[in-house]
């Protein structure tokens, strides 16, 4: 099955700075990587997701770029604020299922901590 | 995801008892699933269902059970053959179509055995 990396696993950066956090996917047929954002004691909320068809994607301070020959992407957050603190986690498609859902595989998560 | 609901919040259960966690939808989702968070795990698939009367097992499907008599509803048993149950629990739907692979999340439900 599909086995998703996540570095790193903590991440500390003062408020303005960037933050990049990393994945890599090990299934060469995953199509789709969304990322998540969960505050303490919340549900993970989706911040932004790729397609396999595209390199990079951006929507305001938030960013997502692809390698699919690689087999890995990247969150970039841009002047990052106190409110962007929490736990990421980034994910991949396993496989395609008859109903056209799919299955999610996660990473196991960066606390990131901006700094005032 | 304000459409999806979990309850309880918290749940309590001593060793061997069996609990139900439920989780409800209003989005119309065909797809429901539920997932256990442990501290540094990130999000463990237990089980999942495309449809109606239908539904697989996740990577640690051992120690639960699931149905989904309808579409709306799709309740997770933790039985005491699971041996570590105490987690966060978190229920997620999401339906085919354009941008359907979105998964929604639920609250949570957070189980402590006592």
């Known amino acids: 099955g599909e086995n998703v990396e996540q570095h790193p696993s903590t991440l500390s950066v003062q408020e303005g700075d960037s933050a990049v956090i990393k994945c890599t996917y090990s299934d060469s047929a995953s199509n789709y990587f969304p990322w998540y954002k969960q505050e303490l004691g919340k549900r993970p909320q989706l911040i932004i997701d790729i397609r396999s068809n595209v390199g990079e994607k951006k929507d305001q301070r938030i960013a997502v770029t692809l390698n699919k020959t690689a087999k890995h992407f990247s969150l970039h957050i841009t002047e990052t604020q106190p409110e962007d603190s929490a736990v990421y986690f980034c994910a991949a498609s396993d496989r395609y299922s008859g109903a056209g859902s799919y299955q999610l595989t996660f990473g196991k998560g960066t606390k990131l901590s901006v700094i005032p | 995801d304000g459409g999806i609901t979990q309850s309880p919040k918290y749940l309590f259960r001593k060793e061997g008892q069996n609990v139900t966690l439920s989780c409800e939808q209003n989005l119309n989702h065909d797809a429901m699933y539920w997932y256990r968070q442990d501290p540094g795990q990130g999000l463990r698939l237990i089980y999942y269902?495309?449809?109606?009367?239908?539904?697989q097992k996740g990577d640690i499907a051992e120690g639960y059970s699931v149905s989904r008599e309808k579409k709306e509803s799709f309740p997770l048993t933790v039985t005491s053959a699971q041996k570590n149950p105490t987690a966060f629990y978190l229920c997620a739907s999401s339906t085919p179509g354009q941008g359907a692979d979105t998964q929604y999340f639920g609250p949570g439900t957070r189980l402590t055995v006592l």
């Open positions: 269902s495309q449809i109606v009367n239908d539904f």
